[in-house]
């Protein structure tokens, strides 16, 4: 089966900085690729997501890159701001559309430092 | 409240009782999934179903555990005879599941904790 792994498992940026997490899959079928953000005691939420015919996608602040020979995607930030301090997990799924399961990461926790 | 509705969002239990959840999806959804999630792990996938077809079922989830989607709404989530290691939040999602783009983001409930002393 697929196995997502995730890093860093902690990350600690000052306000303003940017922040980069990573994650590598194990399923050469995968091709879709959603980044969760989870805030203490809520839910997880889509903040973007990448599909595998799509090698860099953006949404103002936030960025997602995929490289599909090396099976790795990442999450960028700029421009950090206190809001963003939450766990991101990344994830994976066969479909691309996301309609069979996916599989996530083990997450990271994001710390802004103001 | 229009997003995905989980009961009881707290389930203190002894060992070796019945515990069973409820989702209520988003009303439009088809598509209905169960997670769980433990402390510092992200979403574990159990089980999700299309209308009340089950689709698919983790090979990790034994067989004290069962869902149901029997009219293809709301879900039910049962564990049998809950050990120590059930402890968790259980997540459920929905999505539209029409396989167009942006119609698959899964909508996460707010879930429910299950503590087994």
């Known amino acids: 089966g697929e196995n997502v792994e995730q890093h860093p498992s902690t990350l600690s940026v000052q306000e303003g900085d940017s922040a980069v997490i990573k994650c590598t899959y194990s399923?050469?079928?995968?091709?879709?690729f959603p980044w969760y953000k989870q805030e203490l005691g809520k839910r997880p939420q889509l903040i973007i997501d990448?599909?595998?015919?799509?090698g860099e996608k953006k949404d103002q602040r936030i960025a997602v890159t995929l490289n599909k020979t090396a099976k790795h995607f990442s999450l960028h930030i700029t421009e950090t701001q206190p809001e963003d301090s939450a766990v991101y997990f990344c994830?994976?799924?066969?479909?691309?559309?996301?309609?069979?399961?996916?599989?996530f990461g083990t997450g990271t926790r994001l710390t802004i430092i103001p | 409240d229009t997003g995905v509705s989980q009961d009881p969002r707290h389930k203190i239990t002894k060992r070796g009782q019945n515990v069973t959840f409820r989702c209520d999806p988003i009303?439009?959804?088809?598509?209905l999934y169960w997670y769980r999630q433990t402390l510092g792990q992200g979403p574990e996938f159990l089980t999700y179903?299309?209308?009340?077809?089950?689709?698919?079922k983790s090979r990790l989830l034994s067989d004290r555990f069962s869902a149901e989607r029997p009219k293809g709404s709301f879900s039910t989530l049962e564990i049998q005879r809950t050990e120590q290691g059930d402890s968790a939040m259980y997540l459920c999602?929905?999505?539209?599941?029409?396989?167009?783009?942006?119609?698959?983001?899964?909508?996460f409930g707010a879930g429910s904790r299950l503590t087994v002393l």
């Open positions: 994830a994976a799924s066969r479909s691309n559309f996301g309609n069979e399961k996916l599989t």
């Open positions: 399923d050469s079928a995968s091709n879709y």
């Open positions: 990448i599909r595998s015919n799509v």
């Open positions: 009303s439009e959804h088809n598509r």
């Open positions: 999602a929905s999505s539209l599941g029409r396989g167009s783009r942006g119609a698959n983001v899964l909508t």
């Open positions: 179903f299309q209308n009340e077809a089950q689709l698919e």
